[in-house]
């Protein structure tokens, strides 16, 4: 150990971060979170850090990878676009780059970047609406090649939608000059809060131009430093290499993606083999058969898919090792895949030299590993130094048939033919050949198993094709047909407690300790509210509650409600009122004032009240003190009182006394009548119940 140094800015403090690193020239580069909760993004290369907080600079980052490359390295990430928060939010895949001899500015940028730039990566379909794939996911390293007639220096790079989207991936390539291009373009800016992401206008950029690498950037003039500090990022993108993505899928997501590149074929071509790790355990062999004749054209081949993990496993990472020296073993490579808790080794090819019996089924995989060898009369892998010999060995990997050998029986060749994606058995059938149409069209895909093995070497092994799962059809309908079983089963549980459990009638009462029930109190629940004010000379007439006598049942709660003693008919009728009666009940005679002498029924309501109040507006009439009857009495007592001012019940039973009735509790029948200026009410005596009818009353002169 040279020197200890401190984590912070160097590591992030939750494995979960997404974060990266690079070596170069004694000093690490990093690009990661500086804070416990992550909230403190930072490209840091001691002492030099990104602005704290500075959503220009950073906007909540993903780092994906780094790679250094002349004077600049690069970082790749993806971030909430700032650029695009008047429009909502979303998430762009980006590349930035500092400069290797950037030593910070005077004064307060002297811990700053001075050459930070960033761009945006687009990988999407074209189209008048183009569909991106915003988010990437991990990148190869740089790999220089031959495509067409231009010589190139690539990046691979995995892009997914995000996870709130429709689910698709893409495979697209970058290429190091365009990236070049792009920040040596036009910076981006926003002049006011609300106006648009514009270019900025060559005129207003300093020199010398910020983001270049200079001798001393401590000798940088403000105007630079302050330019650059508020202009980070570039208006153009850097665009697709071939125009479009290589590889497109939609049933899942790539996670990781490893490149064997320039591999030779006997015709003299070199073509990019990529390997792409998916979340469900997968790794997808596949190649772009126009690499080699043309930059612009894209004609993605899945040769194989094997199936390296159980599909509840995501590939983490992937690589491609090859020989390091003669004699151990790996002459023709091996494909590292890695898990969270496995590694796996498996080869490069599954040639079968066994099992592909003729030359056209060896020249249709379009697997740049493989080819018909004319001398052994099989097909076999392109290893050693004879491997490049076109006249012995037969491959075409643009288009899969050669001319001096018959297409295959077992797969019908075609532009839109498109074979069956592959999953490790134990057998290799005939018509694995057979073009399947669940594929997307332009694809050759052909059916390998992993089944050859190797003494010696790593071991290669696959895992077999997990059972399959219920579908979500099936899920639903067991759901509902649970929760019906559930209510059903609560239904009859209850009604069964129901029965069992039932309580006497006479437990539900609300008065359990009274001996009879206050009907006007059920009536009227509000019963405490204030009684309404009378107005002078205004008449109420009411009548109270017939008491039935005691049944032998003393302590019952329903006495009352008990059948009373025979009575006759014309004497006792509690409530007239029929069944179908639509009318307002008027059972306690509080809506008898405007029937005049109507109110004289026979109704089992005996004593009859009028008052005639005298005097202010605002004077109340007292509560009722209730009389009990002597349950021997054989009739009922009944008194009236009546105003001797000079008017009849008719007269004064009159509108006023509809529009405000007393609430049968609101007069006493023991209380006095309040005092007024008027002569006092005289208190005549009625006949009882059964006597001859009480004669008229006839008010004093």
């Not at 990104?50 to 390295?73: C, H, I, K, R, W």
């Not at 979303?90 to 590349?95: D, F, L």
């Not at 019996?357 to 740049?368: I, M, N, W």
């Amino acid at each position: 150990m040279i020197k200890e140094k401190g984590g912070q800015a160097r590591c992030p403090y939750d494995p979960q971060h997404n974060s990266t690193f690079v070596y170069v020239e004694g000093e690490l580069y990093t690009g990661t979170v500086a804070d416990f909760a992550g909230m403190d993004p930072i490209i840091y290369r001691e002492p030099l850090q990104t602005e704290q907080y500075d959503s220009m600079s950073l906007n909540a980052p993903n780092f994906v990878s780094s790679m250094s490359q002349g004077d600049f390295v690069y970082f790749f990430f993806r971030e909430t676009a700032v650029e695009y928060i008047n429009c909502g939010k979303a998430v762009y895949s980006r590349v930035a780059r500092v400069c290797k001899y950037d030593r910070g500015g005077p004064h307060r940028f002297r811990n700053r970047w001075t050459s930070f730039l960033k761009s945006r990566l687009n990988c999407s379909v074209t189209g008048d609406f183009p569909f991106y794939f915003n988010e990437i996911q991990s990148t190869t390293e740089l790999i220089s090649g031959q495509y067409g007639s231009l010589s190139a220096q690539l990046i691979y790079g995995t892009f997914t939608t995000p996870v709130n989207s429709i689910s698709g991936s893409a495979v697209c390539a970058f290429s190091l000059q365009d990236i070049t291009d792009t920040f040596e373009g036009n910076f981006k800016e926003q002049s006011a809060l609300n106006s648009n992401w514009l270019p900025v206008q060559s005129a207003k950029v300093p020199e010398p131009r910020p983001g270049q690498c200079v001798n001393d950037s401590r000798t940088l003039p403000d105007l630079t430093l302050n330019f650059i500090n508020t202009h980070s990022l570039m208006d153009e993108s850097v665009p697709s290499f071939f125009g479009q993505p290589i590889v497109i899928r939609t049933s899942f997501q790539f996670t990781q993606i490893a490149v064997d590149p320039q591999v030779k074929t006997p015709g003299g071509k070199t073509y990019d083999v990529l390997f792409i790790g998916t979340d469900n355990g997968k790794v997808i062999k596949a190649v772009n058969a126009e690499s080699a004749d043309s930059h612009e054209k894209v004609s993605p081949v899945v040769i194989e898919e094997i199936q390296a993990f159980p599909s509840t496993v995501p590939v983490r990472g992937i690589k491609v090792v090859r020989a390091s020296q003669a004699g151990d073993g790996l002459e023709d490579g091996r494909l590292v895949v890695i898990a969270d808790s496995q590694v796996q080794a498996l080869r490069l090819h599954r040639c079968y030299g066994d099992r592909i019996l003729s030359c056209g089924e060896c020249v249709a995989l379009q697997d740049p590993y493989c080819a018909w060898d004319k001398v052994e009369g099989k097909c076999r892998a392109l290893v050693g130094p004879a491997a490049t010999d076109a006249s012995r060995f037969l491959q075409s990997v643009a288009t899969g048939i050669h001319a001096s050998c018959p297409p295959s029986k077992g797969l019908n060749k075609d532009a839109s033919s498109v074979g069956a994606i592959s999953a490790n058995q134990n057998k290799f059938p005939q018509d694995s050949m057979i073009p399947s149409k669940d594929s997307q069209g332009g694809e050759i895909i052909n059916i390998m198993h992993d089944e050859e093995q190797e003494s010696s070497g790593p071991e290669v092994s696959a895992a077999d094709s997990p059972p399959p799962q219920y579908s979500v059809e099936t899920l639903v309908m067991a759901v509902v047909a649970g929760a019906l079983a559930a209510l059903l089963v609560g239904f009859v549980a209850g009604y069964l407690c129901g029965r069992k459990c039932r309580k006497d009638e006479d437990d539900n009462l609300p008065y359990p300790d009274t001996e009879y029930e206050y009907f006007e109190q059920r009536q009227n629940v509000n019963r405490l509210a204030p009684e309404p004010k009378l107005l002078p000379q205004e008449e109420v007439t009411y009548a109270e509650p017939v008491l039935v006598p005691q049944p032998s049942k003393m302590h019952s709660p329903k006495g009352t409600m008990r059948k009373p003693p025979p009575t006759p008919t014309e004497t006792l009728f509690q409530f007239p009122d029929g069944y179908g009666f639509r009318g307002p009940r008027d059972n306690f005679g509080t809506l008898r004032s405007h029937q005049g002498d109507a109110y004289r029924r026979n109704d089992g309501f005996a004593t009859t009240r009028s008052v005639k109040k005298g005097g202010g507006r605002h004077r109340s009439l007292g509560r009722p003190t209730r009389n009990r009857h002597n349950a021997s009495s054989a009739g009922r007592s009944s008194r009236a009182v009546t105003a001797s001012g000079g008017q009849s019940n008719r007269e004064l039973a009159g509108p006023r006394a509809l529009e405000s009735p007393s609430p049968p509790s609101s007069v006493s029948s023991s209380s006095p009548s309040p005092p007024s200026s008027s002569p006092s009410p005289t208190l005549v005596p009625i006949a009882m119940s059964g006597s001859p009818p009480p004669p008229t009353l006839t008010p004093p002169c």
